[in-house]
């Protein structure tokens, strides 16, 4: 089974802090996602890795950023929190590939004050 | 601009009766679709998926069909359970969208089985 594991589940923190989500896989997959889900929105894409130190910008990128030094590590970096960034934020793997599903972490609820 | 619609926000069934649930795309370039199931406080979990060179799939009390010409998929569970009481999302992938597998999903529909 694929295990995907972010470091909280849940985290408060203040804004204007710089805030750090943490993802780890243990399959060996080249790439990784991080996504929000918002209540009447769905799971939007913020960024996306597909091999080390390689990232892309989702569909929603501002006020984030990402770091992958690592293969089965792929962080997300909220710069200076805001009150709009308060959501659930999901992380997901999957192999390249065609017709290859993406497999989820149990998410972080980030509350921000 | 949505390209992947769930235009239910929620459904509500009868324990042992059929659920459907549905979904429309925009995109004709998609090519791979997918549903995932998620408890609260929980990830998705991927559930079924279909290329965009068939019309069903089935999967156990789980089947989807894709209607390519009208651009709509749907998820059937038969005999539906308490257990299967979730959000859904359905999800779709770009044949342009490269190897990585990038998604684009839907909004999510919330199915209530009751008992």
């Known amino acids: 089974d694929v295990k995907v594991t972010q470091s909280s589940r849940y985290l408060v923190k203040r804004t204007g802090e710089k805030v750090f989500l943490e993802c780890v896989q243990d399959?060996?997959?080249?790439?990784m996602f991080w996504y929000r889900q918002d209540p009447g929105l769905g799971l939007r894409l913020i960024y996306f890795s597909y091999d080390v130190k390689m990232k892309e910008k989702g569909d929603i990128p501002e006020g984030y950023s990402v770091s992958r030094e690592k293969k089965e590590r792929f962080s997300l970096i909220l710069e200076s929190a805001s009150t709009n960034q308060t959501s659930m934020y999901l992380c997901?793997?999957?192999?390249?590939?065609?017709?290859?599903?993406?497999?989820f972490g149990d998410g972080t609820r980030l509350s921000i004050l | 601009d949505q390209q992947v619609k769930q235009n239910s926000p929620s459904l509500s069934v009868q324990e042992g009766r059929i659920s459907i649930l549905n979904c429309d795309y925009t995109?004709?370039?998609?090519?791979?679709f997918l549903w995932y199931k998620k408890y609260p406080a929980e990830g998705p979990t991927f559930l079924i998926s279909?290329?965009?060179?068939?019309d069903k799939n089935e999967d156990g009390r789980f089947t989807v069909f894709l209607n390519k010409s009208a651009k709509h998929l749907s998820l059937h569970i038969v005999p539906s359970q308490p257990g299967d009481s979730a959000v859904y999302f359905c999800a779709a992938r770009r044949s342009d969208g490269g190897a990585t597998n990038k998604l684009i999903f839907g909004t999510g529909t919330l199915l209530a089985v009751q008992p």
């Open positions: 279909i290329s965009s060179i068939k």
């Open positions: 995109n004709s370039m998609f090519d791979y």
């Open positions: 399959m060996d997959h080249e790439n």
């Open positions: 997901a793997t999957g192999p390249t590939g065609n017709n290859q599903p993406q497999h």
